[in-house]
């Protein structure tokens, strides 16, 4: 069971790092935590992207990503909230005064459960990303090498282990970014402008993708 040959994780491997390196809504709200309120916040973030990415693999693995790709409703509907969420995470960026006002509520900071929860619908509110586990994953099903659900549940896996490799890094970089920001109000008021813009064109970006 399991029987790969080594050009099969070659290929694996580089496609699941370039996957885990391309920007995306899921980079730009860990980054965005880690930056305007530390390291510990970055980690909540990434840990809910992770998460929302594991629920992806099981859905892939069970088969019910397949109702987005066939459903158009399904697909649509899932879009739009995806969409709507992103655009409002942007909204309260741009609507900040540089003092991290789109991660407060009522003066005190988001808690890291709170930030963990908004990673998890980052992540799962992105229909494409559904479809793109259930159109990438099956590439590496391997006739023979084991169940097809047990293939696909292996290498979605083993996509958020690469991530393990590849993400942690940015946050503790962030983290140095953070304490800069917190000496300097105009920088962290620019800051907020210009992720607000990012998530806004992300919101927008997928709200008119098509599938």
Not at 2 to 13: C, E, G, K, R, T
Not at 131 to 139: G, H, K
Not at 180 to 188: D, E, Q, T, V
Not at 191 to 207: E, M, N, Q, S, W
Request: charged share 10%.
């Amino acid at each position: 069971m399991f029987d790969y040959s080594l050009a099969h994780w070659i290929a694996f491997l580089t496609a699941a790092t370039l996957l885990n390196l391309s920007p995306g809504p899921d980079i730009a709200f860990i980054l965005g935590h880690t930056i305007r309120s530390g390291m510990r916040s970055g980690f909540a973030a990434l840990f809910g992207i992770w998460s929302g990415a594991c629920l992806h693999v099981l859905m892939a693995a069970a088969g019910l990503s397949a109702i987005l790709a066939a459903s158009a409703l399904a697909f649509s509907t899932v879009k739009w909230i995806g969409a709507a969420y992103l655009i409002w995470l942007g909204i309260q960026a741009l609507r900040s005064k540089g003092e991290a006002a789109w991660i407060k509520e009522a003066g005190k900071a988001l808690s890291f459960g709170r930030i963990y929860r908004q990673g998890i619908l980052v992540s799962l509110l992105n229909p494409k990303v559904a479809i793109f586990f259930l159109a990438f994953l099956p590439q590496f099903v391997v006739e023979g090498a084991g169940p097809v659900w047990a293939q696909l549940l292996l290498h979605g896996s083993l996509i958020i282990v690469v991530a393990a490799f590849i993400e942690p890094p940015l946050i503790l970089l962030g983290g140095r970014l953070s304490e800069a920001l917190r000496r300097n109000r105009s920088l962290g008021l620019w800051l907020d402008r210009g992720l607000g813009t990012l998530f806004v064109a992300l919101g927008v970006r997928l709200a008119i993708s098509a599938r």
